[in-house]
């Protein structure tokens, strides 16, 4: 998964901690992408970004922040962690009309 | 509302023969369908699409036929290889919708030697 980096790989949180997970990218693309992948589903969009500056709330945005400050980094906050925010992270770049590049992914549990 | 499904969480085929994977999906609006890889510990890789204006698109072993009457995609896989085993994402995308992707729930593939 070259060009899309996650950062941290795992996590386990408190109830109530917060934290966030960044997402970088090295291929200069304008969108960017958070989704969340729960067990027996598909993705689902949590929010995304299409440019610089930019940002919109997707499917499941509650519970989530995000930050577009730079073009190359997408950032995705947890303000106060619940269980049910236990789940696995995708970050995905834009590389063309009809695909996305995802990153290796970001595992948290919150306790 | 799931608007793209996947129905079958898991399909078991024996190594050299054909993998059928079937996605269905609600709404008549989307542009593309795409087919993602997954292997445990990864993420999503992309394999195919196909544009809504398209019936068939074929990329080596693995052709993507589109039915629009039917609302109804599939990714046949021939032949079949261990390598092949992971979980298979139907996806669709509505250009409307900035390009956001709506996923399935997965097919777990299972190839057998």
């Known amino acids: 998964n070259a060009g899309v980096t996650q950062t941290p790989k795992f996590r386990v949180l408190k109830t109530g901690q917060s934290m966030t997970l960044l997402c970088a990218q090295d291929?200069?693309?304008?969108?960017m992408y958070w989704y969340r992948q729960d067990p027996g589903m598909g993705l689902r969009l949590i929010h995304y970004?299409?440019?610089?500056?930019?940002?919109a709330k997707g499917e499941v945005p509650d519970g989530y922040n995000v930050s577009r400050l730079k073009k190359q980094n997408f950032l995705l906050g947890l303000e106060s962690a619940a269980p049910s925010q236990t789940s696995v992270y995708f970050c995905?770049?834009?590389?063309?009309?009809?695909?996305?590049?995802f990153g290796p992914g970001t595992r948290l549990t919150v306790l | 509302d799931q608007q793209v499904k996947q129905n079958s969480p898991s399909l078991s085929v024996q190594e050299g023969r054909i993998s059928i994977l079937n996605c269905d999906y609600t709404?008549?609006?989307?542009?593309?369908f795409l087919w993602y890889k997954k292997y445990p510990a990864e993420g999503p890789t992309f394999l195919i699409s196909i544009s809504s204006i398209k019936d068939k698109n074929e990329d080596g072993r693995f052709t993507v036929f589109l039915n629009k009457s039917a609302k109804h995609l599939s990714l046949h896989i021939v032949p079949s290889q261990p390598g092949d085993s992971a979980v298979y994402f139907c996806a669709a995308i509505s250009m409307d919708s900035n390009y956001q992707l709506i996923w399935g729930a997965g097919t777990k593939l299972i190839i057998k030697p």
């Open positions: 995905a770049i834009r590389t063309g009309t009809d695909t996305q590049y």
């Open positions: 970004s299409v440019g610089e500056g930019t940002t």
């Open positions: 709404n008549s609006m989307f542009d593309y």
């Open positions: 291929m200069n693309h304008e969108y």
